[in-house]
């Protein structure tokens, strides 16, 4: 983010809500449902639209298609009749001034028929109450190899959700323009989506609608999916009142009528050796998609292919449910499934070394994957190019594992009150969107006559750094100074049909097309240089021509410095480009690319799933209050393979901050709800993401850098965006490994394996201590 | 002696006269929706998520007659409370095209992802810069996190924000303090704030006394005026629509108010001692509490709320009143002609109730210098350890003669309605020998004695099992780290 976050640093990047009101602009919000469940019989809104400065309150009859759903169009904009969940948006009034519009959005009157809702995970599943249940993976024979197993555990695993906690809330403003036309600004990762959804909602055909993003102020998957309502909600406005209209919501209302990150409850059935060493595996995974599809079944099957961690399974059962509570639709949050499915696998070995009573740590390195056998995943695809067993022994190395482990176990029996802890978990992170189509990207490059670059892709950017690293690749691929190429605002009007940007996709797929777009370009303008070197020249009535040559032809021709130089020649960057343009050729193009390879058969379960997968380890060492439950991490290494990094800064503030999201989701961020299925927990006041006193005190990152993936993506680099999330649970746990010294000294005097649901907060652990006998 | 029907402020480089109902906005909104300064950003609208920090100077705590900038939420500051301020915004740090030694450090080490934080960080971070400099210390690890402890960033995971404030080179950076120095600007911020603001407009009531006595009239007249020193828990209702302004007084500009007093065993902080003044004084003579105060509250809360508004706000989970609790304070109320000191015991009444009456005002807290051998201890227990409301508080002071306990003070926050002082379990420790057992035992009697609630910060299974662990735990550590020898 570097070259970009000048104008973060000094206040002049441009936010949603920082652009200046028009005059005559409209202040829009929503009202949400009193209750969890029921039917909706009236909305009265007479008193509001008494209100002086209130101009009007749409209802689900105001929106010309009301149902909407990235995969199933089951959710409403506004409700129509059955209330999914509580704050669920019912009307939208619009107003001319934010204060009037909070005065009338607490006039408006429901009359519901009220139902009793379920508002936990597990009523859902004990009514069998499933949005959607997927088919599931299956390998080997798992019969035979709990028969004939030495060892068996089995158990349930409670995972709690997670707010994104973006700091921009959502917000969209929608402008008319001439005629029927909308534009619409909107902090989305989904222009697409965001367009078609609002062109739905106000009934107008896709052509009438643009969306643009300039960037957003953090998404974490919390705007892929479910942006688009909102600026539907100000298109309603806009389009009626030919008014600007602009709905940006409160951090409370954002957190309370969002989904978050899913819930899960699992339940696991492992059969392994003495050593260890997994030889068969059932899961099934039930998770809470809330009221709503959304995207859920996406989620549910990366669960299902991240459950196998970084741990071969030679036979498994793989089974997962996506279930319907009275709760907000939950969604895409960094990760999207996979950290669930991790985590199960990690806890799941983590019990096996209390079991065993073997460091869990060699139990893991046991069971990584390997190179050439013991490589294939539970969904059949061969993990290539696989750096794991490095990454193992090199961090075991790195953290000085061996003799911290000794220290501890020498602390742990002094200590009074205090005990330490210190895990070591792993990462594997297919990388592709599993739904096919979306592995597509389009980019817009223009060259102008200074020689300066603009590029424009699908992709959005929320702080990840996709804007500088295409920056980076364009800049490279002519070989001119950063500052002469310009990413665009993302604008559906340039880029259409583009995917989400989510995945951790975003620099592969439009980075790719970036390079796809220059690529055309600069087949063209070498063979302008061509025959410019070649020192030929032109009859009047002749131009130089190009035609349809491959690049190797001219591989001599190098772009380097804001040169072009062939052989002992060169030229100027700037001359070439004015040459080419005073003869005709275009110094614009468009690319577009789609990832190859991918090859999976959801039926069978079986397939090749992912162009490649990013990998990970990290060590983290927690020190615990007994008192109190209080914990903090006293060190965390952490080890990626990122294949050749195209920024390494970039990269590793994704590690850094990747992790410590990771590691808020399961020590301190608890969503709490009232009995009435009400979130408690709607600001940082009673929300807790880490801060910045929750660092590890020591906290180490590096990357493996390497040239393995240079066949597969671009500048052989790999995505990073989720999978350092994942490796938050070291600290998980190393604070179950911390429990286990305790454990031993269990009331009924067995060794007990150390039981803990997610978030581990001070409550959950102080509470699992009452268990031991201190 | 005429009033003013407005406040004077600056921007920036820019002066400001603020009147009417503009003076009731929120900083974060003036700037925001009246002035375009979007730069500053609004998140969380209680003061907890720091990405509304601005600079703030008062001509009221100069220092060698120069300002001295520090880190506020802006998000719940009124305007009428920048009366003889100097405000700087993220935009007046640049110096013509120059960024401020903290934004390109910020930009050289990655610190900013998305960039919704950033400007907030930044303030924060020259917070630190100006402090270091006027009081000649180092940037480290330890001072960097503790004045970055009210920013929330949900992209970098801090490291590369810490990375940058180190790397910051303080011989190469001109403070705000020299920079925007302007003597004349001074004196006229200083004679402005020696007149009375009176704004009385649609029914609305706005004072800014310069005198006590003036204060103690206005609420006499008015006696449901409500009054605000730094407001940071009345911006946090106001946001959220659990208040709407009539009537409402600040403190910001009686000169009387500001300082801490020794008066003969006694420490005397009045109304307008923010929290930050009093940590400071704190170090020499409260060491326990001024740890206590390190993970309390963000420094931009610290540098506008006061030690009273923390008081009178009577939270039952306050983290202020076990010490003042334990340390046996005394309330000083005023009102016009008279004047009254309310043992802190008999001060709340019930939940955020108080023994004070309409026309009254607390003025001051007076604190006892404890004398003779003392064991204090305070702890905290919250979902995150630092900038969060406690699940459960408690409070322990023992007065020794020999090895005897001569007196004994006991508070636990979080099980009830007020901060409960437990007298049974006092009496029992008090003519006893101080021996772990004596102490530990008490764990088991609690049940009887406090009964807390479930709510989002705990469950009450937790909490009571809290308080008894906090009595174990004090226990063991006042004799594990040889406290008591020590003492003796």
């Given amino acids: 983010m570097k070259s970009l976050s000048e104008t973060h640093v000094t206040g002049e990047s441009i936010f949603i809500d920082d652009i200046p009101a028009m005059k005559g602009e409209l202040f829009v919000n929503y009202v949400g449902s009193p209750v969890s469940a029921g039917r909706l019989k009236k909305i009265d809104f007479k008193e509001v639209l008494k209100i002086p400065g209130v101009v009007g309150v749409f209802t689900a009859k105001d929106v010309h298609h009301n149902l909407w759903g990235t995969i199933v169009k089951d959710q409403p904009v506004l409700v129509e009749d059955e209330i999914g969940y509580i704050d669920e948006p019912i009307c939208v009034i619009a107003a001319e001034s934010r204060e009037v519009l909070e005065k009338a959005r607490k006039l408006v009157k429901f009359t519901i028929e009220e139902k009793k809702p379920v508002l936990s995970l597990a009523e859902a599943i004990e009514k069998k109450q499933f949005l959607h249940s997927p088919l599931p993976f299956r390998c080997g024979d798992v019969d035979a190899a709990f028969k004939k197993a030495p060892h068996r555990l089995q158990g349930k695993f409670e995972i709690g959700g997670q707010e994104h906690f973006y700091l921009e809330s959502q917000a969209s403003i929608v402008y008319p323009e001439d005629k029927s036309h909308l534009k619409v600004i909107s902090s989305s990762q989904h222009p697409t989506e965001t367009q078609h959804l609002v062109a739905e909602a106000v009934g107008l055909p896709f052509h009438q609608v643009v969306c643009e993003v300039?960037?957003?102020?953090?998404?974490?998957?919390?705007?892929?999916?479910?942006?688009?309502?909102?600026?539907?909600?100000?298109?309603?406005?806009?389009?009626?009142?030919?008014?600007?209209?602009?709905?940006?919501?409160?951090?409370?209302?954002?957190?309370?009528?969002?989904?978050?990150?899913?819930?899960?409850?699992?339940?696991?059935?492992?059969?392994?050796?003495?050593?260890?060493?997994?030889?068969?595996?059932?899961?099934?995974?039930?998770?809470?998609?809330?009221?709503?599809?959304?995207?859920?079944?996406?989620?549910v099957d990366r669960a299902m292919f991240h459950v196998d961690g970084s741990y071969f399974v030679e036979n498994a059962l793989i089974e997962a449910w996506v279930c319907k509570t009275n709760s907000h639709s939950n969604t895409a949050f960094r990760g999207f499934g996979g950290p669930q499915g991790n985590l199960t696998m990690e806890n799941i070995i983590e019990e096996i070394s209390q079991y065993l009573k073997k460091d869990a740590a060699y139990i893991r390195q046991l069971n990584c994957y390997q190179k050439s056998d013991r490589n294939q995943t539970p969904y059949g695809q061969v993990v290539e190019n696989n750096l794991l067993p490095e990454l193992f022994d090199n961090i075991l190395k790195s953290s000085d594992y061996k003799k911290r482990r000794i220290e501890i176990e020498t602390f742990n029996k002094k200590a009074r009150g205090q005990v330490k802890g210190l895990a070591l978990t792993g990462c594997k992170f297919g990388i592709s969107f599993t739904a096919r189509f979306l592995n597509q990207g389009n980019a817009l490059v223009n060259i102008h006559r200074d020689g300066t670059v603009q590029v424009s892709t699908g992709a959005t950017e929320m702080g990840q750094g996709v804007n500088t690293k295409i920056q980076i690749i364009?800049?490279?691929?002519?070989?001119?100074?950063?500052?002469?190429?310009?990413?665009?605002?993302?604008?559906?009007?340039?880029?259409?049909?583009?995917?989400?940007?989510?995945?951790?996709?975003?620099?592969?797929?439009?980075?790719?097309?970036?390079?796809?777009?220059?690529?055309?370009?600069?087949?063209?303008?070498?063979?302008?240089?061509?025959?410019?070197?070649?020192?030929?020249?032109?009859?009047?009535?002749?131009?130089?021509?190009?035609?349809?040559?491959?690049?190797?032809?001219?591989?001599?021709?190098?772009?380097?410095?804001?040169?072009?130089?062939?052989?002992?020649?060169?030229?100027?960057?700037?001359?070439?480009?004015?040459?080419?343009?005073?003869?005709?050729?275009?110094?614009?193009?468009?690319?577009?690319?789609?990832?190859?390879?991918?090859?999976?058969?959801?039926?069978?379960?079986?397939?090749?799933?992912?162009?490649?997968?990013?990998?990970?380890?990290?060590?983290?060492?927690?020190?615990?209050?007994?008192?109190?439950?209080?914990?903090?991490?006293?060190?965390?290494?952490?080890?990626?393979?990122?294949?050749?990094?195209?920024?390494?800064?970039?990269?590793?503030?994704?590690?850094?901050?990747?992790?410590i999201q990771g590691v808020g989701w399961l020590t301190s961020e608890k969503l709490y709800y009232n009995s009435k299925g009400s979130l408690v927990s709607h600001s940082p006041t009673t929300y807790k993401i880490p801060n910045i006193q929750d660092m590890p005190r020591d906290f180490r990152f590096d990357l493996l850098e390497n040239d393995l993936n240079k066949d597969h993506n671009i500048l052989g680099s790999k995505a990073v965006g989720e999978p350092p999330l994942l490796l938050g649970a070291s600290v998980f746990m190393a604070i179950k490994n911390g429990l286990s010294y305790l454990a031993n000294k269990s009331k009924n005097g067995t060794q007990k394996i150390v039981k803990l649901n997610t978030p581990a907060t001070s409550e959950e652990i102080l509470m699992e201590l009452t268990k031991y006998e201190l | 002696?005429?009033?003013?029907?407005?406040?004077?402020?600056?921007?920036?480089?820019?002066?400001?006269?603020?009147?009417?109902?503009?003076?009731?906005?929120?900083?974060?909104?003036?700037?925001?929706?009246?002035?375009?300064?979007?730069?500053?950003?609004?998140?969380?609208?209680?003061?907890?998520?720091?990405?509304?920090?601005?600079?703030?100077?008062?001509?009221?705590?100069?220092?060698?007659?120069?300002?001295?900038?520090?880190?506020?939420?802006?998000?719940?500051?009124?305007?009428?409370?920048?009366?003889?301020?100097?405000?700087?915004?993220?935009?007046?740090?640049?110096?013509?095209?120059?960024?401020?030694?903290?934004?390109?450090s910020m930009v050289d080490n990655f610190g900013s992802q998305c960039g919704f934080c950033t400007p907030g960080f930044v303030c924060a971070m020259v917070g630190l810069v100006e402090d270091s400099v006027l009081q000649k210390k180092e940037i480290t690890e330890k001072r960097t996190k503790n004045y970055l402890t009210g920013n929330l960033c949900r992209c970098t995971g801090y490291d590369p924000i810490v990375k940058s404030a180190l790397a910051i080179d303080l011989k190469k950076v001109e403070t705000l303090q020299e920079r925007y120095h302007d003597a004349k600007k001074i004196t006229e911020l200083k004679i402005a704030v020696q007149k009375d603001v009176e704004i009385q407009i649609e029914g609305l009531k706005v004072f800014l006394p310069t005198t006590l006595k003036r204060a103690l009239e206005i609420q006499k007249k008015f006696p449901s005026t409500k009054i605000v020193a730094g407001a940071t828990d009345l911006g946090v209702m106001v946001n959220k629509g659990r208040f709407q302004y009539e009537a409402v007084m600040s403190l910001q500009n009686i000169d009387e108010m500001f300082e801490i007093k020794k008066v003969k065993d006694f420490i005397v902080v009045p109304s307008r001692v923010t929290l930050t003044q009093f940590q400071k004084y704190l170090e020499k003579e409260f060491p326990e509490m001024e740890r206590m105060l390190n993970i309390f509250a963000s420094p931009q809360i610290k540098n506008s709320g006061t030690m009273v508004g923390n008081l009178v706000n009577a939270s039952p989970i306050s983290d202020t009143i076990p010490f003042l609790m334990v340390s046996d304070a005394q309330i000083e109320v005023r009102k016009a002609g008279g004047k009254r000191l309310i043992a802190i015991d008999d001060f709340f009444l019930g939940y955020k109730k108080l023994a004070i009456k309409p026309q009254e005002?607390?003025?001051?807290?007076?604190?006892?210098?404890?004398?003779?051998?003392q064991i204090s201890k305070l702890y905290k227990v919250s979902v995150r350890k630092d900038l969060d409301i406690s699940a459960v508080t408690m409070a322990a002071r023992l007065k020794l003669k020999g090895r005897k306990i001569e007196e004994a003070r006991l508070t636990f926050g979080g099980v009830g309605p007020t901060v409960a002082r437990l007298k049974t379990i006092e009496k029992k420790w008090e003519g006893k020998d101080l021996t772990a057992e004596l102490i530990r035992d008490a764990s088991i009697e609690l049940p009887q004695l406090i009964s807390p609630l479930s709510d989002v910060r705990g469950s009450k299974e937790y909490r009571l099992l809290l308080c008894q662990n906090l009595i174990k735990k004090f226990a063991d550590e006042i004799f594990s780290a040889n406290v008591v020898e020590a003492t003796l």
């Fill in chain 2, 361 to 373: 005002i607390v003025t001051a807290i007076h604190i006892p210098i404890s004398k003779g051998k």
């Fill in chain 1, 474 to 659: 364009v800049s490279r691929a002519f070989g001119i100074p950063l500052e002469n190429v310009q990413v665009m605002t993302t604008s559906t009007e340039k880029n259409a049909n583009t995917s989400p940007t989510a995945a951790s996709s975003g620099s592969d797929i439009n980075g790719a097309a970036a390079q796809a777009a220059c690529d055309k370009i600069l087949k063209r303008l070498k063979q302008v240089a061509h025959f410019h070197f070649s020192g030929k020249t032109l009859k009047l009535e002749e131009e130089i021509e190009v035609s349809d040559f491959s690049n190797e032809q001219f591989s001599e021709i190098k772009f380097a410095g804001g040169l072009v130089t062939y052989k002992n020649q060169s030229m100027s960057w700037l001359e070439l480009i004015n040459k080419t343009y005073m003869n005709r050729i275009s110094i614009s193009d468009y690319g577009h690319i789609k990832t190859t390879g991918l090859a999976f058969d959801r039926v069978k379960g079986f397939g090749k799933a992912f162009k490649y997968f990013t990998s990970g380890v990290a060590v983290s060492e927690v020190l615990i209050d007994t008192y109190t439950g209080d914990m903090k991490i006293l060190r965390s290494d952490i080890l990626m393979d990122l294949g050749r990094s195209i920024d390494r800064g970039i990269d590793l503030g994704q590690v850094t901050g990747g992790f």
């Fill in chain 2, 1 to 104: 002696m005429k009033t003013r029907q407005s406040v004077l402020f600056y921007i920036n480089e820019k002066r400001y006269e603020v009147f009417g109902k503009q003076t009731l906005m929120n900083l974060s909104d003036f700037l925001r929706y009246e002035q375009s300064l979007t730069g500053t950003k609004v998140v969380c609208a209680e003061g907890d998520c720091g990405a509304c920090t601005v600079l703030k100077a008062s001509v009221h705590e100069l220092n060698r007659n120069r300002l001295v900038f520090k880190s506020v939420n802006s998000c719940i500051m009124p305007v009428l409370n920048l009366d003889g301020c100097q405000i700087v915004t993220v935009e007046g740090l640049k110096k013509d095209s120059d960024l401020h030694p903290v934004q390109k």
């Fill in chain 1, 214 to 299: 300039k960037r957003m102020g953090g998404g974490f998957g919390g705007k892929e999916s479910q942006a688009a309502p909102f600026a539907a909600m100000a298109a309603l406005a806009a389009n009626k009142f030919k008014r600007p209209a602009r709905i940006v919501l409160s951090k409370d209302d954002d957190m309370k009528v969002t989904g978050k990150r899913h819930p899960f409850i699992n339940y696991y059935d492992v059969a392994f050796d003495d050593n260890g060493k997994i030889l068969g595996l059932k899961v099934k995974l039930f998770a809470d998609g809330g009221a709503y599809t959304d995207l859920s079944p996406s989620i």
